[in-house]
């Protein structure tokens, strides 16, 4: 009698079965494309798509930023948001959240220690070139980021009480919400003059200055991948490609300082002009 089809069909697919055949490719999870969703400060809006690129690249993974003020960010990862990774212009932002058990604390690494400039429109007639010029009648407003929750107007208040400045400039004083929107006051004339980020002012046309290292304490910049991260493996990978051989170098190009160099002894680029 001839056996009914389907049942050749099971005893084939008994066979391979035994003989260790696989008879479906299933990709893995780490295989298989995803989209990052990376939270990281505002400062980095330049640098990071751009290692998110090459990372694209080299992966088949895509990157998705979320570029912000700091402290508006990790109260997003307090709240149950679905981030992949987050890179902090302050390493307390992240340590803060390992306290509450809200990141793989295996995963927090400095990347980065920032720079903060005197940045001013290529065409504004003022002669800025230090702190101390910011109090010349001439310059009526000065942008900060928000010291409430921007790492970077954290660092110009800092400086500025270095300087012995910071009670006399509070009526000139405009903040912005992270230190992106703080230069973008200054590139359209709303201030005569931003304190801002060395990574986005060496980007930008306009005339620069770096404010001494040693007028604040260090921008030790963080990352780590929260609990709550839909790829946290994946979301590693691309952490380790941002301190690697790849990474680095770009971060050298927008004036970081790498972690493990001195801020104050490290040459940065030169004070002048942007691109």
């Known amino acids: 009698m001839t056996k009914p089809r389907w049942l050749l069909s099971l005893v084939l697919l008994g066979l391979l079965a035994a003989c260790g055949v696989s008879t479906v490719s299933q990709p893995t999870s780490s295989s298989a494309p995803v989209t990052l969703t990376v939270s990281a400060a505002a400062d980095l ?14 992966t088949g993974h895509t990157v998705s930023f979320n570029l912000g003020s700091t402290g508006q960010l990790a109260q997003q990862i307090e709240r149950g948001a679905p981030v992949d990774l987050f890179a902090a212009a302050n390493k307390t932002f992240v340590e803060a959240l390992d306290e509450q058990g809200l990141v793989f604390s295996e995963t927090k690494a400095l990347y980065g220690v920032g720079r903060l400039t005197l940045w001013q429109r290529e065409d504004s007639p003022l002669e800025i070139n230090d702190l101390q010029a910011l109090t010349q009648p001439a310059i ?15 660092a110009a208040r ?55 290292a040693e007028l604040h304490n260090p921008l030790e910049q963080m990352l780590a991948v929260p609990q709550r991260a839909p790829h946290p493996e994946v979301a590693q990978q ?17 004036g970081f300082v790498l972690p493990g160099e001195d801020p104050i002894s490290t040459v940065n680029p030169e004070p002048g002009m942007g691109l």
């Open 158 to 212: 800092e400086a500025l009480q270095s300087a012995g400045i910071w009670d006399e400039l509070q009526p000139k004083l405009i903040l912005g919400e992270n230190i992106k929107q703080t230069q973008q006051y200054a590139e359209t004339g709303n201030v005569d003059v931003a304190i801002a980020a060395l990574s986005i002012s060496v980007e930008r046309p306009g005339k620069w200055t770096l404010i001494p």
């Open 140 to 154: 009526k407003r000065i942008a900060i980021a928000n010291p409430d929750h921007a790492p970077y107007g954290v």
């Open 238 to 254: 691309f952490a380790a490609f941002i301190n690697g051989e790849k990474g680095r170098p770009l971060m050298q190009k927008y």
């Open 45 to 58: 809006n330049y640098v990071f798509p751009e290692i998110g690129k090459l990372w694209e690249q080299k």
